[in-house]
C-alpha cells in the first residue's frame, strides 16, 4: 500500500529525512516511532504530497503523490494531531461537508456519517457544536471524518496528544478495531513508546531523519538481544548473602545461561533460550522457596533504550 524508496529531504544543510526505504502492506498497523524532530512530520507531508521530496521515490496505492497528489488524497485520509473543523457546525453537518467536497451523494453520506459517528461514539452529540466538544471528542470526530470517504489507509500524526489515558485506549482500541474489520492500512506517527505498542502489527524506529530499525516487537527484540534472546525472572524468599552467591552460581551453571544478576529477593537470568523450568527446578531441589516465575518479555522501551546505547549502530546490522 506504501512503498517509500531511497527518499530523502533536505531544507539547506539540514537532511530532514536521510535515504528512507519503507513498504507497509494492506490492513498493517505501522507505528513510525521518535522524537520531536525526527522527520516523522516531515514523511508524512511527502506521502500526502504535501511537500515535494530532495530524492528517492514514494509510491501509495500505486501512485506518486507528487505528481498525482489528487489520486493519493482520494484514497488516504489523514488525521493531523490538531484537527481543525467549523466550530459554528455540529459534528453531523462537519461530516456532511467533508463528504460533500469529496463529491458523496447526500443520502448516502448522510448513511455514512451515520454508521461513523456510533462507530466512534458521538451519536449521542451528533448535533452538538464542534467547539463545545473536548479534545478526545474532537479526535474521534477527526477520525469519523477522515474515514467519511473509505480511504483504504489512514495516516494520523500524534493522535492521541492532549487525550486523557482513559480517551487514549478507547481511541487506539477503535484504531485497531476499524483497522481489522475494514482491511484498512494505519501509519500511526507517535513518540508514545506504550500506545505504539499497544496497537501496532510492526514498528519503526525514526530517529535525525534515518529509520534505523523496523520490524514487529519480537523481531526487533531477537535481533537486539541476539546474545540473550530470553530473560527469566525468580524470586527467592527469605535470603542471605551466602544464599544469593549460592544461587548465582547454580543458575550460571545451567546450559546457555549468558548472565545472572539479582534485586533484593528477584534474580534476573538472561539465555540463549528458555529456561524456565530449569531455573524453578534448581530452586526447588536446593531447598528454597519459589514464590515468582516469569518469562519476561522484551518490550519497546528496552529495545529504544538498546539501540541510542549504541547511538543507533545497531539499525544497519539488524
Known amino acids: 500500500m506504501i512503498r517509500i524508496t531511497a527518499l530523502g529531504k533536505r531544507y539547506g544543510e539540514l537532511k530532514a529525512v536521510d535515504n528512507l526505504d519503507l513498504t507497509i502492506d494492506k490492513g498493517e498497523v505501522f507505528g513510525l516511532l521518535g522524537p520531536n524532530g525526527a522527520g516523522k512530520s516531515t514523511t508524512i507531508l511527502m506521502l500526502l504530497g504535501l511537500t515535494e521530496p530532495s530524492q528517492g521515490a514514494v509510491r501509495v496505492c500505486g501512485f506518486d503523490p507528487t505528481r498525482q497528489p489528487l489520486e493519493v488524497k482520494k484514497r488516504v485520509g489523514y488525521l493531523p494531531d490538531d484537527v481543525g473543523f467549523y466550530d459554528d457546525r455540529s459534528g453531523l453537518e462537519n461530516l456532511l461537508f467533508t463528504a460533500q467536497l469529496n463529491r458523496i451523494p447526500k443520502a448516502e453520506a448522510l448513511r ?23 479534545r478526545g471528542m474532537r479526535q474521534r ?9 473509505n480511504p483504504p489507509i489512514i495516516i494520523l500524526d500524534e493522535p492521541t496528544l492532549g487525550i486523557d489515558p482513559q480517551g487514549v485506549r478507547e481511541f487506539l482500541d477503535l484504531i485497531v478495531r476499524l483497522s481489522k474489520e475494514q482491511g484498512i492500512t494505519v501509519l500511526l506517527s507517535s513518540h508514545h513508546l506504550h500506545q505504539v505498542q499497544q496497537v501496532c502489527d510492526r514498528v519503526g524506529l525514526f530517529v535525525g531523519g534515518r529509520l534505523i530499525a523496523d520490524g514487529n516487537i519480537d523481531a526487533l527484540s531477537t535481533k537486539l538481544f541476539a546474545l540473550e534472546p530470553f530473560m527469566v525472572e525468580a524470586g527467592v524468599s527469605t535470603l542471605d548473602q551466602n544464599d544469593i552467591d549460592s544461587l548465582t552460581e547454580l543458575f550460571r551453571q545451567i546450559p546457555e545461561v549468558r548472565s545472572v544478576s539479582h534485586t533484593g529477593e528477584i534474580f534476573r537470568i538472561a539465555c540463549t533460550r528458555d529456561q524456565t523450568s530449569a531455573v524453578a527446578r534448581t530452586v526447588i531441589t536446593h531447598g528454597y522457596s519459589l514464590n515468582l516465575l516469569q518469562k519476561k518479555r522484551y518490550g519497546l522501551d528496552e529495545i529504544y533504550h538498546r539501540y541510542f546505547e549504541n547511538g543507533g549502530t545497531y539499525g544497519k546490522t539488524a
Do not use: M, N, P
Open 112 to 134: 455514512r456519517a451515520g454508521l461513523l459517528l456510533d462507530q466512534v461514539g458521538l451519536t449521542a452529540d451528533a448535533q452538538k457544536r464542534a467547539g463545545a466538544y473536548s
Open 141 to 149: 470526530l477527526g477520525l469519523a471524518d477522515v474515514l467519511i470517504k
